[in-house]
Structures are given as C-alpha cells and as structure tokens.
C-alpha cells in the first residue's frame, strides 16, 4: 500500500471520529491539500434557508475571496450543477459564467459532498420504460444516462438533452438536501492536469465526508433537544444548573468574576388569560429571543422555568450586569409585543447577583438572585435589583 493511501485511511478515520462540524470540513481540505497538492481548493456549502451555497474554507485562493461568497442556488452557474446531479464536473462548460470568471477558473474539477443516495428518477415517475437504460439502475438519473426513452424521437444531442431535462419537474425540483455542499478543486495556475482518477477519488472521499457532516448534524439536533427549551430555543435550567455548578467552581479556583440574573416577566398570567396561551408562548419566544440578542455568547441564557428567565454573565462584575440588565429592561418596557392589529405592554423585573465573601457557592449566588428578584417585584416591577 502506498504512503498517499495510508495517509488517505488515517485522515478519513480522523473525520469520522470527529463530530464537530467545522473540525470536520478543515481536516477535509487538509487531506485535500497534502495529498493532492492542488494550486487551490475551496470549499462551499448549502444554506438551505438562505437558499444559496456560502463559501466557506480556501486554500491557495487571494484572503477573503471564497469566504462569504454566496451563489443563489437557482441560479444557472456551473457551479451549481452537482448539487443538481450529484455527480462531479470535470472542466465543465463555462462559458459568460460571471462566478467561474471572479475565480479564474480554467482548469478545474467541481466535487459534490453528498450526504444521502438519491432516488431514481424511473422509481420517482412510476416509469414502464424497461428498455431504457436507465431503468432498474439504483439512485441513477437519467439525465445522467444516454439514450435515456423519456420522449420519443431517438438519440438526443447533449444540447437536446440538457434543454429536455431543464423542463423536467425531477431535475427542475433540484434536490439540494441530498448535498451538503461543493469541493472546487483547480489547477488553473500550474496547468498540472486533474485526472479522471483524482476525481474520482475525490468523489469517494467527499461522500464519506458528507455522511460524516450528516451524523454531526444529527448528534448536534440530539444534543440541542436535551439541553435546550423546546419553545424558546434557550438553554433549559438542567443544562443551566450544571454550567452554573462548573462556572462557579471555575471562579473560585482561579479568582474570576461571575454575576447571575434570575428575571421575570411581570403580571403573566393576565397575558394569557387576556390574549390565550398561544400568544402568551409567543411572548415568551419574543423576550426570549431579545435576552439572547442582548447578552454576549460567552454568556449562557435560559429558561429557567415557566415565565422565568436565568443568564450567568461570564467574568462580569456586579456592575457590569446591573447595567445589562437594565438594558434589557428598558428594551421590553419601551417596545411593546405586537399582536396583530394591538400591542401587549410587557414589563420584566430582575435580580442580579455576584460571587461575594458570603455567597461563594451555587446556593448563595442563585439565593441572592432570588431575594433581589423578589425585591424589585415587592417595590412595584419593571425594575433591577441587586443582592
């Protein structure tokens, strides 16, 4: 076996054992790079809400080109191509291309990182054409086939074929959830040729990549459906509790600053006797999402319980988080939730704590939280206390 094959197995075993998503696509272009040593690879993805592919990592490409490049996914680039068919391009037509020019690309190769077999389009159009050859042929298109029976009129040219599969429901559905993204490998500087082994190679290695992306993604929902709130989308108080236990320990350790905010949406249950409980869920999910804009990402935000929401402020001093808070306060008491034709006047009230001589434990910290929330409720609401 030869040392690029074991360096091949080593580095896909690597990809497979990792489940972080980022970690996987940089030990993809790095396998790419030192075993084929392209002028430049590049790597792009399919946003599939956004409804473009977003380029992400390059190698040899000028700084800033690929990154946050982003191709609508209807548009008619080569680019695009193998996310519609699922099969590589080798120096595919380009002509009057405006992406395949801001790249400079000549000679070139565009992998598609798929993540699931395709159904068969004779299985998908219930077909009965048996002598097509096409036919019986696992998770084949026949658009990638010649001689395919879809009309009748004999062998069709290439150009005929394209324009007939361009008004075919199948193709014109363009299947992106079955590609993760697109590998362009490219050559277009040293005029090194990409062989048809490369590609295919690339191809092989590029699938196992896209399954190892779809089980990330899959261990990610698992993981987010265990700690985060099935409403709002926040951390839910068991994954809470647990980072609060580590983080206050954390502090003690090695002498660092922590504050916690414990808050509560003021006079609740007026909001949904008034208006139901579908528009008092939406008015948690609107809080929600302003207490997740507000705050850093260093910082964990949860729901902590019915209309009760938690944040543990990272390094944060008192101060510091009494300002936050108030910000936070002043947000929702000055922009009112809109529903439909009305708007809901909604006020929180908060509590805030820091680790201090006498609350040096998870106990203190949430108890001090807690009495301060109490005490901003017991002095009129839609204010911050301290404690």
């Known amino acids: 076996m030869e040392s690029s094959d074991i360096t091949i197995i080593e580095m896909l075993g690597c990809i497979y054992e990792d489940l972080d998503i980022d970690m996987i696509e940089e030990r993809f272009v790095e396998l790419v790079n030192q075993v084929f040593a392209f002028d430049r690879v590049a790597l792009f993805f399919v946003k599939h809400k956004k409804e473009v592919l977003h380029g992400k990592l390059a190698k040899g490409f000028d700084p800033g080109l690929i990154q946050g490049m982003e191709i609508p996914i209807h548009s008619k680039s080569v680019l695009m191509s193998p996310l519609i068919t699922g099969i590589p391009m080798h120096n595919p037509l380009k002509n009057k291309d405006p992406y395949v020019d801001l790249l400079q690309l000549d000679n070139f190769a565009l992998i598609p990182i798929v993540n699931k077999k395709r159904t068969s389009c004779w299985k998908l ?180 319980g019915g209309e009760e929401f938690a944040a543990l402020l990272i390094d944060t001093d008192m101060d510091l988080s009494i300002q936050i808070a108030e910000k936070v306060r002043s947000i929702i008491a000055e922009h009112p939730f809109r529903h439909v034709n009305r708007d809901i006047r909604v006020t929180l009230s908060f509590g805030v704590s820091s680790l201090a001589s006498d609350s040096v434990s998870f106990e203190g910290l949430i108890s001090r939280a807690d009495m301060a929330l109490y005490s901003a409720k017991a002095q009129g609401r839609n204010r911050v206390s301290s404690g």
Request: include cysteine; aromatic fraction near 8%; hydrophobic fraction near 35%.
């Open 125 to 304: 159009k219930n077909c009965g054409a048996t002598d097509c050859p096409a036919y019986g042929k696992k998770w084949l298109r026949c658009w990638l086939v010649a001689g395919t029976k879809c009309s009748p009129g004999g062998e069709l040219t290439v150009e005929e074929k394209t324009e007939q599969c361009s008004n075919c429901p199948i193709f014109a559905a363009h299947d992106f959830q079955a590609t993760e993204g697109v590998m362009i490998i490219d050559n277009s500087l040293s005029g090194k040729p990409i062989t048809d082994d490369m590609v295919t190679l690339l191809s092989i290695i590029a699938h196992s990549v896209g399954n190892a992306i779809n089980n990330s993604k899959h261990y990610t929902r698992t993981l987010d459906l265990a700690i985060r709130d099935s409403l709002t989308g926040l951390h839910n108080r068991r994954y809470f509790d647990e980072r609060l236990l580590d983080e206050v320990e954390r502090a003690r350790r090695y002498g660092e600053r922590l504050s916690l905010i414990i808050c509560d949406i003021d006079h609740f249950k007026k909001v949904n006797d008034t208006y139901g409980h579908p528009v008092g869920d939406s008015v948690l999910c609107w809080v929600a999402n302003i207490l997740g804009n507000a705050l850093r990402k260093s910082d964990v935000v949860s729901r902590y």
